[in-house]
C-alpha cells in the first residue's frame, strides 16, 4: 500500500506535469509561465486524488474577457490553489463559489491527460 500522499508531493507532481497540451490557453502558456490556463485541470486532478470541491471565481483585471479561475477546497476546510501564481499585477478575484471549471474542448481530455501524467510521476 503506497504511503499517504502529502500536498507538497502532489504540487511538485502536479507542477512537474504541467505543459503546453494541458493548458487551457496555450498560445500565452510557456515554461516560465507553467501555471497559464492550468487551473481548470488542476483543479480537476486535485480533487480526483484528495476530495473536497471545486472552487470557482471571476477573475477582474484579466486581458481576457470572461475569464474565471478555479482551485480547491479539501474536506477538511483547507483550500489550496495550485496555480495562483499565474496572475499579473492588477488582477484580483471576486466572490468564491462551489461551481465545476469550464475546460475547452481541444478534442483532447486536458483533465484526464494531466491526472495520467501526474499519477505515473507519483508511482499510483
Excluded at 480533487?47 to 475569464?67: C, F, N, P, T, W
Excluded at 496555480?83 to 492588477?90: L, P
Aim: charged share 25%; with cysteine.
Amino acid at each position: 500500500m503506497p504511503s499517504p500522499l502529502t500536498l507538497t508531493e502532489l504540487e511538485h507532481a502536479i507542477r512537474g506535469c504541467w505543459a503546453r497540451d494541458t493548458s487551457d490557453d496555450p498560445d500565452e502558456w510557456t515554461p516560465d509561465w507553467a501555471a497559464r490556463g492550468q487551473c481548470g485541470v488542476t483543479s480537476i486532478v486535485v480533487r480526483e486524488l484528495l476530495g473536497g470541491e471545486i472552487l470557482m471565481a471571476d477573475v477582474h483585471g484579466s486581458h481576457i474577457d470572461g475569464e474565471r479561475h478555479a482551485w480547491n477546497r479539501l474536506p477538511g476546510g483547507i483550500e489550496i490553489d495550485l496555480t495562483a501564481d499565474q496572475f499579473r499585477a492588477g488582477e484580483t478575484l471576486g466572490p468564491a463559489a462551489p461551481d465545476e471549471p469550464y475546460v475547452t474542448d481541444t478534442g483532447v481530455d486536458r483533465g484526464a491527460l494531466l491526472l495520467e501524467r501526474v499519477r505515473a510521476r507519483l508511482g499510483r
